[in-house]
């Protein structure tokens, strides 16, 4: 496996702000969207022309293990991207949380992608460094599939981000130009099965691992459920860190983040389909955001961290 080095360029975008929306226009087009979120028509008008471009880097393939979900079936999902403006979406597999054949399960998602999202659908690989031979399910990943990326799930894996292996994970996953994507959590705690507990992700040793790992690109999911405030502003700050918008809550919640985090580090996730995907859509449209950082966040961050 060859290294590649690259040098990240990391676009300033001031002043995060835009004039405000008005409250009445923006709950009317709330109302109305909610109106159709669960059953989508049959045949979606086409997106408006600000809407192209859109990229997702955070959806699924695949069924979740607990329950069937909207559009669990890859082709009715690629559907629904489209008819929404997606443009590109980065996809993992359900199937990587709890399958011990992980290579299986790889090789699935590449396939499922292939047929049913060429051009849309990016396939981000699932990796569990505590089986045997992981290493070679990482170079499958890399050589096999030629996968831009990877997905981890330690708390779904069983280790903790201050075990060497994570360590040594991250390193391989930098030397071979892959961006590294961490889920920290999947789903809120009140929706879990008794029998399937799984507790957030613990980020405090990640800043110091960020910080010896050259050319190490990391994209942390549904984090901001969990991570707030200095915790997520210093570890952003550590290296080439990103968070998508999926688990943000609030009104207005996406222009606050960019109060603490600058815009180029902010990218579009929707966590489709266990979320659906016209709520992440709508925390853009009710943060009124300057057209240049809207741009930023639904497609010129992703498309620079994955070039």
């Known amino acids: 496996m060859r290294e590649h ?106 396939d499922e992608c292939q047929r049913h999202g060429a051009g849309l659908l990016v396939p981000f690989g699932s990796v569990n460094p505590k089986l045997p031979d992981w290493e070679e399910d990482l170079r499958r990943c890399v050589q096999i599939h030629r ?30 130009d892959l961006v590294v994507q961490v889920a920290l959590v999947m789903e809120d705690e009140r929706m879990m099965h008794p029998l399937l507990r799984v507790e957030p992700v613990a980020t405090e040793p990640l800043a110091g691992l960020i910080k010896g790992i050259p050319g190490l690109r990391l994209t942390l999911l549904n984090a901001l459920r969990t991570l707030r405030g200095d915790a997520l502003g210093k570890l952003v700050a550590a290296g080439d860190v990103y968070v998508e918008i999926s688990m943000i809550e609030g009104v207005g919640a996406v222009g606050c983040l960019l109060d603490l985090l600058p815009a180029d580090r902010v990218l579009f996730g929707s966590h489709a389909p266990l979320f659906y995907f016209e709520a992440a859509k709508m925390k853009l449209e009710e943060s009124p955001l300057k057209p240049e950082v809207l741009r930023a966040i639904r497609h010129q961050n992703a498309k620079r961290l994955l070039a």
């Open 5 to 110: 080095e690259r040098v990240l360029e990391i676009q300033e975008v001031p002043d995060n702000r835009a004039p405000q929306l008005d409250r009445r226009v923006f709950l009317a087009g709330a109302a109305a969207a909610m109106g159709g979120a669960v059953f989508p028509s049959t045949a979606p008008a086409a997106p408006a022309r600000e809407e192209s471009g859109l990229v997702d880097v955070n959806v699924n393939l695949g069924r979740w293990p607990l329950r069937r979900l909207p559009h669990d079936q890859t082709e009715l999902l690629a559907s629904t991207l489209r008819s929404h403006g997606v443009t590109q979406a980065w996809a993992g597999s359900f199937d990587g949380l709890l399958h011990k054949d992980i290579a299986a399960v790889n090789a699935r998602l590449a």
């Open 147 to 176: 996968m831009r990326g990877i997905r981890l799930h330690p708390n779904y894996h069983g280790y903790q981000l201050d075990d060497p292996v994570f360590a040594r994970l991250l390193a391989l996953a930098a030397k071979n």
